[in-house]
């Protein structure tokens, strides 16, 4: 009975437009007087618990990095490097778009930040070459998504927050899946784009293929000191945040020189936004995975699945598809904080590593977010391309498919997942 008032609050607020964070109280507070224990006090006290972590510090700091990249003319430079190395080959620009997604996604680990700043800069070059621009802006979106695989994640710190479990194995077991991810893309995308009559690019010689290594050294340094300090314990996950932020500053505002004093204000004001969204969404979920252990809806759902918890492969199998359901409504950190403390305990009583289901259900989750029918970041790419989103899902196809497979191969063979993370901890 818990079960269903929680998913009938829940669903029913959001169909008639309430926001994510807001339903999530609703939620607790439709199970709370279910239970007889209506108190106000709770919804408050629960919501300052869930934003008083020093873990969740991390947020604000890799949103501001994210910010400051973009905005001082990290990405561009990033682009620009890959474009000269590898811009001159048939399909080579999609090749750019992945490489860039993937030094993108250790530096800011935000999909919508990522996809928007490939899609401004890239879509006018493939546009002009000559390419199939729908599938271009696929290719986009799909990259787009490594970005919360490899760390530094935002959507790693939640989940690690909202579970329990440790962020720097979760940065950690996430490299090679997503490095798998871009290679995926990568033969994706040659595979459909071969038979394309494009303009190649000009094959650039060495010199201007250093200048451009010299030039973005700076920026791809960066994931090199997050991504370091943390394996080598220099850093704690939310002292990389900092340093991450910090470095991105000095480099945009003293070395790059685009990003000048007048401009910070902007950048810190849209980095607070967004900050602001995330952290009262993580404060809103706290109240109901409160109501949710207290109300025992863990147990009910174990009831239901239990002649799965001695087949973890099957169990894992399910929880996927659920996840991939919720992925296509929701955005990433809401079907987080929704799902977790849910199947958390479940997915411990069935002996599977919460590392590795952490790594799944992230990828899972984003693999939602370019899915029809919402596909948060298909809109995201369809508005900076200025694709209709109709073809964005056309093009897209390919690389939801090769994603897709890709995630069941990891449930299938889940040391793909685990072997690499023994040899990285």
């Known amino acids: 009975m818990t079960i269903f008032i929680f998913l009938s609050v829940l669903v029913g607020t959001m169909a008639i437009g309430v926001p994510v964070a807001f339903a999530l109280i609703f939620c607790g507070l439709a199970l709370m007087v279910f239970m007889g224990m209506t108190d106000p006090q709770i919804v408050a006290a629960k919501m ?11 947020v604000p700091f890799f949103l501001l990095a994210g910010e400051v990249m973009n905005a001082g003319g990290l990405s561009r430079r990033i ?22 997604a993937i030094i993108m996604a250790s530096l800011s680990g935000s999909p919508s930040a990522d996809t928007a700043a490939l899609a401004a800069i890239l879509i006018p070059m493939m546009r002009d070459a000559g390419y199939n621009v729908p599938r271009a802006a696929g290719l986009m979106a799909a990259g787009g998504i490594i970005a919360p695989v490899i760390p530094p994640s935002i959507a790693f710190i939640i989940f690690g927050v909202a ?4 962020i720097t194995g979760l940065f950690m077991a996430g490299i090679v899946p997503g ?5 995926a893309l990568t033969i994706s995308w040659l595979l459909v784009s ?14 201007k ?11 791809l340094f960066m994931p090199v000191i997050v991504i370091g300090g943390i394996r080598f314990g220099v850093f704690t996950p939310t002292e990389a945040a900092i340093a991450a932020a910090v470095y991105a500053l000095f480099v945009g505002t003293v070395i790059y020189k685009e990003l000048p004093i007048r401009a910070l204000y902007g950048v810190f004001l849209q980095a607070a936004k967004t900050t602001s969204v ?20 863990p147990a009910e759902l174990n009831s239901v699945i239990q002649p799965l918890i001695d087949k973890p492969k099957l169990l894992m199998l399910l929880l996927m598809l659920l996840v991939l359901l919720m992925g296509t409504a929701l955005d990433l950190s809401a ?8 199947v958390m305990p479940i997915i411990k009583q069935a002996g599977i590593d919460p590392i590795y289901f952490g790594v799944m259900f992230i990828m899972n989750a984003c693999i939602g977010m370019i899915t029809p029918p919402v596909g948060i970041v298909l809109n995201v790419v369809s508005g900076v391309a200025r694709v209709p989103m109709g073809q964005v899902i056309k093009g897209i196809f390919p690389f939801l498919v090769a994603e897709t497979i890709l995630l069941f191969v990891f449930v299938a063979f889940p040391e793909l997942v685990l072997v690499p993370l023994s040899v990285l901890r």
């Open 48 to 58: 300052v618990a869930g934003a008083d972590s020093f873990t969740l510090l991390a």
């Open 79 to 100: 682009v620009h490097f890959a474009v000269t190395g590898v811009g001159h080959v048939r399909g080579g620009l999609g090749v750019v778009t992945i490489f860039a």
């Open 163 to 166: 579970a329990n479990v440790s």
């Open 179 to 183: 490095l798998i991810m871009a290679v």
């Open 194 to 207: 071969r038979k394309e009559e494009v303009e190649l690019l000009p094959r650039q010689p060495w010199s």
């Open 209 to 219: 293929k250093l200048v451009a290594a010299r030039e973005a050294g700076w920026a």
């Open 278 to 297: 995330v952290l009262f969404l993580i404060a809103s979920a706290m109240v109901s995975a409160y109501l949710i252990t207290l109300a025992n809806i």
């Open 335 to 342: 079907s987080v904080l929704i799902l977790t403390p849910v």
